[in-house]
Every structure is written in structure tokens, then in C-alpha cells.
């Protein structure tokens, strides 16, 4: 969305319906499961508005949880695909706990992927991977709640933007959680090379995860 969509809140409802952008199947291209096949749930709407975000989540629908269910069943290809990733735009701003314990209960595996600014209790299964945005010029410390919960964090690097080109501390040290450093894509060829010699250095230099955006490199969504 490239910062242009709407701020949204957190909506209510007691998760039988959710604001869906659409369910594809693929690789994990980034983070704890990166190259596991896995079935993505995009959810509708962020409450933040990023300039180098670019993905499109402001044409969701509602849909059933049955529906979202039936069709993550179909992607997962018999059960060749265990892993199911729940993103968006920014998935904790809708009831997520029964769509979460339901596919747990099925067998699968169920990473979330949020921004760290929104949180609600969700079956301890669940791995909760957060990619922290850095708004007004700083980084909000995490809400103790979600920071106990965090399988591991990813931080976006960029040699271009003064907001992004380093990982601040924000509660991981407490939980000794996982650090992963991504390069920012800012579809310019030479800033993103030396958005990930930087990525590459501090991951190097800090002891921090290199994580590449792998379904980017060989061509997928």
C-alpha cells in the first residue's frame, strides 16, 4: 500500500467472520519457517500506514471462519502443507483465538505475523513472529503481554532511512528472544544492495539472523 490506506482499528466481533484479503498457498519466504510450504491467510486492514509497504490488504471481504477453514484444508494439499501464516496488513486487529485454536485442533502449525502494536491472548501453539515499525521516529518498547509471547522478531534494514538502519532495543533481551534482520526492498536495485551488505553486517557484527524475502528471489508471491 505504499502508506496510502487507511488507519484502521482494532474491530469487534466475536470471530466467526473475519475481514479476509485473500488464502493462497506457497513458501514462507522469511523468518523461523523460511522455505517451509505453507498456506497464507491475508487479513484486511492495518492500523499503520508504512511508505515501504507493498502489499495490497484494503480489498478484503468478510468471510465465515468455516470458509477460511475449508479452503486452508484445500490448500494444505492432504496435509502436505502443515504450516498455516496469518498476516495481513496487521491480523491482531481482528478476533483471532477461535480461527487459531480451530487449526490447531486440525494438526496444523499456525505462525502469526504482526507489528507488535496490537495484541490478544491466543492458544500458547501459536508462534507469534513481530516485525516492529519504527513510527514517529522511534521504536514503542513491547507491551509485556505479547513481548512473553514473541517467538522471534524481524527488524527491517535500510542504509537509506535514519528510522531503519539499525535494531533497537525493545524488550528481547528480557526473553533472549531471536533476532532476525531483513533488507528493506525499495525496488531500486543499488539501494537494495546496500540495504543488505548493511543487514549482512550487523547480523555479522551483533550475532542477529539474516533473513531473505526467498519467495522474492525465485519468483514467487
Known sequence: MFGNNPKRPPTKG?????????IFATLQGEGIYAGWPAVFIRFGGCNLACSFC???FESFKQISINEIIKETLALANNGNI???????????????????FS??????????????????KLDERVDIVCS???????????????LARISAFKFII???????????????????????????????????????ALAVNLATESGYRLSMQIHKLIGLR
Open 14 to 22: 466475536d470471530g466467526t467472520s473475519l475481514e479476509v484479503q485473500e
Open 54 to 56: 507493498d502489499t495490497e
Open 82 to 100: 502443515q504450516l498455516v501464516v496469518i498476516t495481513g496488513g496487521e491480523p491482531f486487529r481482528q478476533p483471532l483465538a477461535e480461527l487459531c
Open 103 to 120: 487449526l490447531l485442533e486440525l494438526g496444523l502449525m499456525v505462525q502469526i505475523e504482526t507489528n507488535g502494536t496490537i495484541y490478544q
Open 132 to 146: 516492529p515499525k519504527n513510527t514517529n521516529g522511534k521504536y514503542a518498547p513491547i507491551r509485556p503481554d505479547l
Open 158 to 196: 535500510s542504509a537509506h532511512d535514519s528510522n531503519y538502519n539499525n535494531v533497537t532495543e525493545i524488550g528481547q533481551a528480557e526473553y533472549d528472544t531471536p533476532v532476525y534482520v531483513q533488507a528493506m526492498d525499495e525496488y531500486d536495485e543499488g539501494k537494495n544492495a546496500k540495504n543488505l
